[in-house]
């Protein structure tokens, strides 16, 4: 008597689906990662099959992930020639910043009251980035600098605009990386300016505070391109 077939079960077409999106997931964070640090330096071609090997997986999560991060501003296609680092520019680095400075500002002139325990946390991550600071602890400075704005934007009374000021930050930390010889000696007092006016609940002093310390930061990056020699022209 012929046996009937099986047909996969909800369930193990569920396992099966989750298990893709996890890899889906992880390639795109490996991607991600590699590109914002330049181990995939701008303007390199993706190879899809060396990217599978490393992330231990196939081909079609690889290309599920690329075209994730083609959405995100990561990756872009070429006609016949595959999937590419998105390239860097002067350009770039200032249209990143202009977008930056009208949402951060937004996002804090109307976030909000602090509690007082809040105020401390933000004093206490001003004095903790000086201390790494002066230890050339570069990588600690960084996070602790993005610990220090996203617990004033966590207060920021719209998700969407967080979730589109968290999208920027991770494409400028692309041109951090590349200036990170650049120090920026003034942030503490920059810094220090916004936790005052958030003292004072006076938000519309904290969104200009930090306007200023935004555009001090895009003339330290652009005065760090210069310096490296990167021009429009070569990217």
């Known amino acids: 008597m012929p046996t009937k077939s099986r047909t ?6 569920s396992r099966s689906n989750r298990s893709r999106d996890s890899s889906v997931a ?15 330096q701008r303007d390199s071609k993706i190879l899809p099959q060396q990217i599978a090997e490393r992330c231990g997986t196939s081909f079609i999560p690889v290309r599920e992930a690329l ?24 350009t770039d680095l200032e249209d990143l910043y202009d977008l930056r400075i009208q949402l951060e500002t937004e996002a ?19 004095s903790r980035m000086s201390q790494s600071y002066e230890r050339d602890e570069t990588a600690k400075v960084v996070k602790l600098n993005q610990d220090f704005h996203f617990s004033i934007y966590d207060h920021c009374r719209s998700p969407r605009r967080l979730r589109m000021i968290k999208q920027l930050w991770l ?13 920026h ?3 503490d007092e920059e810094h220090g300016a916004i936790v005052v006016a958030l003292t004072e609940r006076d938000h519309e002093v904290a969104a200009e505070a930090l306007r200023a310390h935004l555009k001090s930061t ?15 022209d070569m990217v």
């Open 108 to 126: 804090v002139a109307h976030c909000r009251p602090f509690e007082d325990s809040e105020i401390e946390k933000l004093n206490g991550l001003i």
């Open 185 to 187: 000696d003034a942030a």
């Open 67 to 90: 075209r994730i991060l083609e959405a995100e501003g990561f990756i872009l296609f070429r006609h016949n020639r595959g999937a590419w680092v998105t390239p860097v520019s002067l």
């Open 8 to 13: 996969p079960s909800k369930s193990a077409a």
């Open 26 to 40: 992880h390639v795109v964070e490996h991607l991600r990662h590699g590109i914002i640090s330049g181990r995939y």
């Open 218 to 232: 895009v003339s330290l990056l652009k005065a760090g391109w210069e310096t490296v020699g990167r021009t429009d």
């Open 171 to 183: 494409h400028a930390e692309r041109y951090q990386q590349l200036s990170l010889q650049v120090r």
